[in-house]
C-alpha cells in the first residue's frame, strides 16, 4: 500500500481518480492524495467539504473475495484511522458505520465505494477524510455544533504527512488481516475502538423506520446488532445513527 502515491493540488474527488484506475490495470495500493477537493462525496449522497488543511485521501485495493466482504474493509479502515488519531494523543472512537470522533463531534468519515463483477468483487476504493487542521471556519453553520478537528481537539498544528504516513502503515496491517481472513481481529479491534458498542443508541432508518435499544455487537457483514427495549434482538444493515444523551 502507498508504493506508489499522486498527488494532486485540486481534484473533484479522490474517490474519483483511485475508481479510473481500478478501471485500468493499475495494481492495487495505489494511494490518492489531494490538497483540495471542488465535489467531494460523503455517505448517503452528501457532499463532504474538502478545503486545504484536511487530508483528503483515496486507496485503490483489488482483494479477490465476494461483495458482501466490502463492508470489513470500511470497518477495518475505520479502525485504522482510529488507531491513527489515537498516536497523538487524543480520545479518537468509531462510531457505527465509520465515523470517527473526538469528544462526540465527527473529525473524519470514509466512503468506500466497489465495483464487482458476478460474485467478486473487481476493485475497491476506500475513500478517507479527516478534518487534519480545519478551523471551524470552515465548515458551515448548521455543522458546527457536530464537527471538530484534529488541531482543534490536540490545541496544536498537526503533521499532515505524518498522519497520512501512519494510516497508510494501519491500513496495511489491518488489510493483512483481512487478506489472512483474520476477520475476527478486526472484528474484535472494532468493537474495543467503538463507542457505539455497549452504547443505547437511536437508528433512523432509510425508509422512516427508527430503531431503539443497546448495541451488542457487529458482524463481519457490519451489521450492528441492537437489543430493543422488549428483549429482542435486530439486526441494522443501514442508518444513521445517535448515541443516547449526545
Ligand atoms: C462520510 O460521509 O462520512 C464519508 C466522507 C468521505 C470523504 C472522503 S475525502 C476523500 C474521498 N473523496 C471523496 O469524494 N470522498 C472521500
Known amino acids: 500500500i502507498g508504493k506508489n502515491i499522486y498527488f494532486y493540488d485540486e481534484v473533484k474527488s479522490t474517490n474519483n481518480i483511485a475508481k479510473f484506475f481500478g478501471e485500468s ?19 448517503s449522497g452528501k457532499p463532504w467539504k474538502s478545503p486545504k488543511g484536511g487530508s483528503w485521501l483515496s486507496i485503490l485495493i483489488r482483494p479477490n473475495v465476494p461483495p458482501t466482504h466490502a463492508s470489513l474493509i470500511t ?27 473526538i469528544n462526540d463531534k465527527k473529525v473524519s468519515g470514509i466512503l468506500t465505494e466497489a465495483k464487482a463483477s458476478f460474485n467478486n ?7 478517507i477524510g479527516i478534518d487534519t487542521n480545519l478551523t471551524m471556519n470552515d465548515f458551515p453553520d448548521e455543522l458546527k455544533e457536530n464537527v471538530t ?5 490536540a ?45 443505547e443508541v437511536i437508528i433512523h432508518q432509510p425508509l422512516g423506520k427508527v430503531i431503539e435499544g443497546y448495541a451488542i455487537g457487529i458482524n463481519k457483514e457490519g451489521s450492528l446488532i441492537i437489543e430493543k427495549n422488549d428483549g429482542s434482538l435486530e439486526k441494522i444493515f443501514a442508518g444513521e445513527l445517535r448515541h443516547k444523551g449526545n
Do not use: M
Request: net charge negative; proline share 1%; glycine share 6%.
Open 25 to 43: 490495470d493499475e495494481e492495487e495500493g495505489v494511494v490518492i492524495i489531494a490538497d483540495t477537493q471542488t465535489k467531494a462525496r460523503g455517505r
Open 75 to 101: 470497518l477495518a479502515t475505520g479502525v485504522a484511522v482510529c488507531k491513527t488519531l489515537r498516536t497523538i494523543g487524543v480520545n479518537a472512537q468509531i462510531k457505527w458505520p465509520n465515523d470517527i470522533l
Open 121 to 127: 468483487l473487481d476493485y475497491v476504493v476506500v475513500g
Open 149 to 153: 478537528s484534529l488541531k482543534d481537539e
Open 155 to 199: 490545541n496544536r498544528e498537526i503533521k499532515e504527512k505524518k498522519i497520512i504516513r501512519i494510516f497508510l502503515e494501519e491500513f496495511e496491517k489491518f488489510y493483512n488481516y483481512f487478506k489472512e481472513e483474520d476477520y475476527e481481529k478486526i472484528l474484535n479491534e472494532w468493537r474495543h475502538l467503538s463507542k457505539t458498542i455497549g452504547s
